[in-house]
């Protein structure tokens, strides 16, 4: 019945690993009323390995895995179809980057404009590849891009959506990936400028 459904569903835990580095998506749970628990110890990440072995139950995901139920809204995917195709296309011409992820979601938070999810798996193997000292390794072999989730709900996509043939666009598009990469991690010096 629902309760053996409820059993089997994987109860995820969220977590913040850097404060300042993910108070956008901090802000966006507190609005939702939503928890996240801070483990900032390098420690910590074996820790959470060790404790999802041991209960395969519970999953621990970083607070920019991906956007939780209570943050966003139910969207026709469907009924939307054009306009995610258009921003897509939007986007991937303006920043050049014909593989970029692209998703549109409708945030409750309408001031969120754009932001980066990167999927937990993804991350935890970049770490893993920086804890081994494995830089040459290019990890994108490994399909750690990130995507780009977009905001149906906020003006600045509502306007790139409606000029997208605008001499504007593709500046407010690269605004808002840079904005985006800037709330999700540190950017290399040359990215700043």
Do not use: W
Request: hydrophobic share 35%; charged share 30%.
């Amino acid at each position: 019945g629902a309760e053996e459904a409820e059993e089997k569903k994987e109860k995820v835990i969220y977590y913040v690993t850097d404060e300042q580095q993910q108070g956008q998506y901090i802000s966006m749970f507190k609005a939702a009323k939503m928890d996240a628990v801070i483990l900032t110890h390098n420690i910590d990440q074996p820790f959470i390995s060790k404790l999802e072995h041991k209960n395969d139950k519970i999953k621990f995901q970083r607070i920019d895995a991906e956007l939780g139920e209570g943050v966003k809204e139910e969207i026709d995917a469907e009924a939307m179809k054009d306009d995610i195709d258009t921003l897509t296309a939007t986007f991937r011409n303006a920043l050049k980057n014909d593989k970029l992820d692209v998703k549109v979601e409708k945030l409750k938070d309408e001031s969120v404009s754009s932001m980066i999810t990167l999927s937990e798996d993804s991350r935890r193997m970049q770490d893993m590849m920086k804890m081994y000292n494995m830089y040459g390794m290019d990890p994108s072999m490994f399909g750690t891009s990130e995507t780009l989730v977009l905001n149906a709900n906020n003006k600045l996509v509502q306007y790139v959506l409606a000029n997208k043939d605008s001499d504007n666009v593709p500046m407010i598009c690269e605004q808002l990936y840079d904005l985006a990469m800037i709330s999700h991690k540190q950017l290399a010096p040359e990215a700043m400028t």
